[in-house]
C-alpha cells in the first residue's frame, strides 16, 4: 500500500460546481497533513494546512479523519482558475520526512 | 527577491556527463530539500538537509550528492547521468517548528532536466 493514496482523476468538472477529493494515508503515527496545489509546468505551493477540527478558507474546506486516515478538500463554485492538481502531502516519522501523493488533476470547464 | 531560487531552469546533456543544480533560498529557513517529479509527475523527496546536515537520504543512486555550504544553499550534483534521470527538479525549503509543527515547504521553480 503506498504511503499516501489520491486518485489521479483527471476530474473535469463545470463552473460553479463543488468537487471533493479523498486522500489516504498509511501511517496512522502521521502528524500534520496539507494540501498543495501544482499550476501546469510550476511548483507546488501550498493551498492550506489540514487541521483535527477541520479548517475552511473561502471555497475551500479541508477536514481530517484520524480513525479512517483519510484528509478530503472540498471547493464550492468552482472557478475556471482552480484548475491545477491538487497534491495530498502527509507529514510522520523522523524529522521533516513528507510524503506527497501522486496529485488530483481538476479540470474546471466554462 | 525570489524566496527560493535555482539555476539553470532548464539542462539539456548527454548520457554519462555529470552536472550541477543550484538552490538558494533568502528566507531564513533552516531546513531545505531536493525533490524529484518524474514523468509521471510523481514528486518524491531526495534529501533534506537541517543546518547544513543532511537529516534525509531516500534510496537515491550514489551518484547524486547534494553540498550545503551553508544554510542558505543546497546543491545537487550528479556523476555519470542517465537516461532515467530525465525529471523536473524541485529544491524547497522550510522552517520547523513554526505553526504548531504546520510549516510550509517553499518550492523553487524548478530545474528540467533531459538526458539524451
Known amino acids: 500500500r503506498k504511503e499516501v493514496e489520491q486518485d489521479p482523476g483527471p476530474f473535469n468538472v463545470p463552473e460553479g460546481a463543488t468537487v471533493a477529493f479523498n486522500c489516504t494515508y498509511s501511517?496512522?503515527?502521521?502528524?500534520?497533513f496539507f494540501w498543495y496545489r501544482q499550476d501546469c509546468r510550476k511548483e507546488p505551493k501550498l493551498l492550506m494546512s489540514?487541521?483535527?477540527s477541520g479548517n475552511e478558507d473561502g471555497r475551500f474546506t479541508a477536514q481530517l479523519n484520524r480513525a479512517s486516515q483519510y484528509i478530503s478538500l472540498l471547493i464550492r463554485d468552482s472557478k475556471l482558475s482552480d484548475s491545477a492538481t491538487y497534491l495530498c502531502?502527509?507529514?510522520?516519522?523522523?524529522?521533516?520526512?513528507?510524503?506527497f501523493g501522486i496529485g488530483t488533476k481538476l479540470q474546471v470547464i466554462p | 527577491d525570489t524566496a527560493v531560487s535555482q539555476t539553470p531552469k532548464y539542462l539539456v546533456t548527454q548520457m554519462g556527463n555529470d552536472k550541477s543544480i543550484k538552490c538558494e533560498q533568502n528566507?531564513?529557513?533552516?531546513?531545505m530539500y531536493w525533490y524529484k517529479q518524474d514523468s509521471k509527475k510523481f514528486l518524491k523527496i531526495m534529501f533534506s538537509?537541517?543546518?547544513?546536515?543532511?537529516?534525509i537520504n531516500e534510496t537515491v543512486p550514489n551518484r547524486f550528492s547534494p553540498k550545503s555550504p551553508d544554510k542558505a544553499h543546497l546543491n545537487l550534483h550528479i556523476n555519470s547521468l542517465e537516461l532515467g534521470d530525465s525529471a523536473v527538479y524541485f529544491c524547497?525549503?522550510?522552517?520547523?517548528?513554526?505553526?504548531?509543527?504546520?510549516?510550509?515547504?517553499?518550492f523553487g521553480p524548478g530545474t528540467r532536466l533531459l538526458v539524451l
Open positions: 524547497a525549503s522550510s522552517q520547523p517548528g513554526t505553526s504548531g509543527g504546520m510549516e510550509t515547504q517553499y
Open positions: 502531502v502527509v507529514r510522520s516519522g523522523g524529522y521533516q520526512k513528507v510524503t
Open positions: 538537509y537541517n543546518n547544513k546536515e543532511l537529516i
Open positions: 501511517n496512522s503515527a502521521s502528524q500534520s
Open positions: 489540514v487541521y483535527s
Open positions: 528566507l531564513g529557513h533552516d531546513t
